[in-house]
């Protein structure tokens, strides 16, 4: 059974990403905790929420946040979700059906993203929504080198 322990984060669609950066540094008054080229993240007070210029973000995306992400994926695929990877053009496709992007520690089987302190997955439920899920781990970062 899958077990959420929280509300994660939401990821917001963002078409011009440095305008959005913009409006929500001004707006929260500090600067992204992360930045990429098609992603930014605000931290503070235990909420994160994310910006993306990925083309298959059209909506607010929540990322529930689950203790295991493996056992989470395979309960929602036997509830009838659809695991999902992001493909090289920055679109959206079932896994399997089109090679998933490079470079972004993406398990081609299941679509489940390993990334610096978290793994992620997105799927699309049995109604067309997409239901994004995320497990905290941690990380050692290297010690300082200054």
Known sequence: MARVTGFGN???PARDLP??????T???GRQPAFQSDDFAAFSGDGVEIGLTAA???DHPLVFWTVQDIEQSHRTLVAAGATAMTEVADGTLAEV???EAAEGDNIDPATGIVD??????AVLKAADGNLIAITQEVPVDWPADQS
Do not use: C, D, Q
Request: glycine content about 8%.
């Open 96 to 98: 399997g059906t089109a």
């Open 55 to 57: 083309p298959w973000v």
């Open 115 to 120: 990334m610096p302190g978290a793994r992620l």
């Open 26 to 28: 001004a707006l929260l």
């Open 19 to 24: 305008a959005s950066i913009a409006a929500w």
């Open 10 to 12: 939401v990821v917001l």
